[in-house]
């Protein structure tokens, strides 16, 4: 079974640095092809797509984000970590962390997700 | 950036009934195109994939089409646990893919 979950804290202040860890199982992102990405979504309010990084460590972030965001992977605790800077009140989110299977390209499954509110 | 439009933004509907909603990409698409289901305070689940391929699980009265900019999903006969928001998303850009922005569906 397969299974993601995210971790993080729930308020950081404006300009702080966000960083949000994803803790999975039942698969590992050193298999050909096996891909994990970062979503958000802001209350009441549609996903965005923020990154994405491949078993190879090719790394992906979203063109609007990418001066902000680092994607990276630990493969022995079967982690992924997403740092943001400069967090803003926009950035309220629940961000949610979820895996692209080889040779697929859609998200399945996706972790519980974790609310991060930017206020002072 | 591809642009994905998703009408009704919300519709109500009572059980039983048949509910189509619509998802037109910005260019297009081919099938790169899949649909979720997200309830309350939880997760987006994989209801459709590849236009038109139900996931393994999902009840049959789900189901997808289109190609190119148009697509639907359509709900055969609409079930009290079917009330949910629906995303569309496409692949074609992959890795920098996009959703629509969602259909509430509410009861009647």
């Known amino acids: 079974q397969v299974t993601l979950k995210e971790s993080g804290p729930a308020l950081v202040k404006p300009t702080q640095t966000l960083t949000l860890t994803c803790t999975f199982s039942g698969f590992s992102l050193s298999t050909s092809g096996m891909r994990v990405s970062w979503i958000r979504q802001p209350p009441g309010k549609a996903l965005e797509w923020l990154a994405r990084?491949?078993?190879?460590?090719?790394?992906f972030y979203s063109t609007s984000l990418k001066t902000r965001l680092t994607i990276s992977k630990d493969t022995s605790k079967n982690q992924v970590v997403l740092t943001m800077t400069n967090m803003d009140p926009v950035d309220t989110a629940t961000y949610y962390c979820a895996r692209i299977a080889a040779g697929v390209n859609w998200f399945d499954p996706w972790g519980q997700g974790t609310l991060v509110t930017v206020s002072s | 950036d591809i642009q994905m439009t998703q009408s009704p933004s919300s519709l109500s509907a009572s059980v039983g009934d048949r509910v189509t909603i619509t998802c037109r990409a910005s260019q297009s698409i081919s099938t790169y195109l899949n649909w979720y289901q997200q309830k309350p305070g939880k997760a987006p689940k994989l209801l459709i994939y590849a236009a038109s391929s139900l996931q393994s699980g999902v009840p049959s009265r789900f189901s997808g089409s289109g190609s190119g900019t148009d697509f639907t999903l359509t709900i055969s006969s609409l079930q009290p646990e079917d009330f949910a928001t629906y995303y569309c998303q496409q692949s074609y850009s992959t890795p920098a893919v996009t959703f629509g922005g969602g259909t509430k569906v509410e009861i009647k």
């Open positions: 990084i491949d078993w190879d460590d090719d790394k």
